[in-house]
């Protein structure tokens, strides 16, 4: 990777959430980076419905350290990542073992939004 595109991501990494209003200032970004790790509580309300307290049970979702579990799975991925392509290129798969599943990729994907969709369009409450 080149210098300019580290650079040129730098600057866009401190400008756009200033810019969208995502963040006060880009010092933040730094100094509340520990702060951002921390466990958030999050009040879950209905919008057709007036907002009503949720009984114990209602919700059942283990949010603690959620963070370091999704840089666990991110690290274990891009490693996973890594090793296989090193043997595809080691062993000259790249035709077969990249150029097919991109193809495929494309097709697969609309094939599932679709199929999902049209499990959403006949219950509501599908993926809830």
Known sequence: MSLW???LFFILFL??????????DAGSLFTEFKDSFKSATYT??????????????????D???IPGKVLTVQIFCAYA???FGKFACRTTLQRIAFAL?????APSVLAGVAG?????NNNECSYR
């Open 44 to 61: 879950v309300t209905n919008a057709a419905e007036p907002p009503t307290e949720l009984e114990l049970g209602d919700v059942q979702t």
């Open 5 to 7: 595109k580290l650079l």
């Open 116 to 120: 999902m969709c049209a499990k959403r």
């Open 101 to 105: 599943p991109l193809t495929l990729t």
């Open 15 to 24: 400008t756009l959430p200033v810019a969208f209003g995502s963040v006060r």
């Open 63 to 65: 949010w603690d350290n």
């Open 81 to 83: 990542t890594y090793v």
